[in-house]
């Protein structure tokens, strides 16, 4: 009996860790063939296609009953959050019907949008004429930002004059290295 119930919590437990930021319902219908590089080729070739899609949020335009995302593409680990966000394969547009409150959805914010493709618009980037990938999304994501810590995660380990958490560096006074 006892060994059923702890089972149970661990099970619990486990799937709890487990569920996505994307809802079920969404990620069945999307298709994870398609990446990125190919979208931004050619967006018309995957009109209708269910795609997901994460990065870093460029600026927030409001137009009638909609908030416009312009985003700068990145790759996303195994729980679908944007990573390694120096690097991007390019910016795609993602159209959410209704109202996205612009401090909340700021400049810099990591997103997980999962949107229906619905072809290209051209904007200008700078001076350039620039190929957007249009999505409307179905649902999103916004990550919480990670706060520094504002304490020491070692404090009964003094720091002291040297540095280095004592006079013997990170090792303790039991390194001998010779």
């Known amino acids: 009996m006892v060994k059923m119930i702890v089972v ?39 009109q209708g296609e269910m795609v997901l899609l994460g990065g870093v949020i460029v600026r927030v335009k409001y137009k009638e009953d909609v908030t416009l995302l312009e985003i700068y593409q990145t790759e996303m680990d195994r729980e679908d959050r944007p990573i390694d966000l120096d690097v ?17 959805y700021r400049k810099g914010r990591e997103v997980t949008i999962a949107g229906i493709v619905k072809g290209a618009k051209i904007m200008k980037l700078g001076e350039i004429d620039y190929l957007y990938p249009y999505l409307l999304i179905r649902d999103i994501h916004l990550w919480e930002t990670e706060k520094p810590r504002t ?20 090792w303790g006074p039991w390194y001998y290295p010779y």
């Open 88 to 104: 991007s394969g390019g910016r795609f547009l993602a159209q959410y019907g209704g109202f996205l409150d612009r401090e909340i």
């Open 151 to 170: 304490y020491d995660p070692y404090p009964w380990y003094p720091i002291g004059p040297w540095g280095m958490r004592g006079p013997w560096g990170p």
């Open 8 to 46: 149970i919590i661990m099970a619990a437990i486990l799937c709890t860790g487990c569920a996505h930021v994307i809802s079920k319902d969404v990620l069945k219908e999307v298709n994870r063939n398609v990446g990125f590089a190919e979208l931004r080729k050619s967006p018309q070739s995957y």
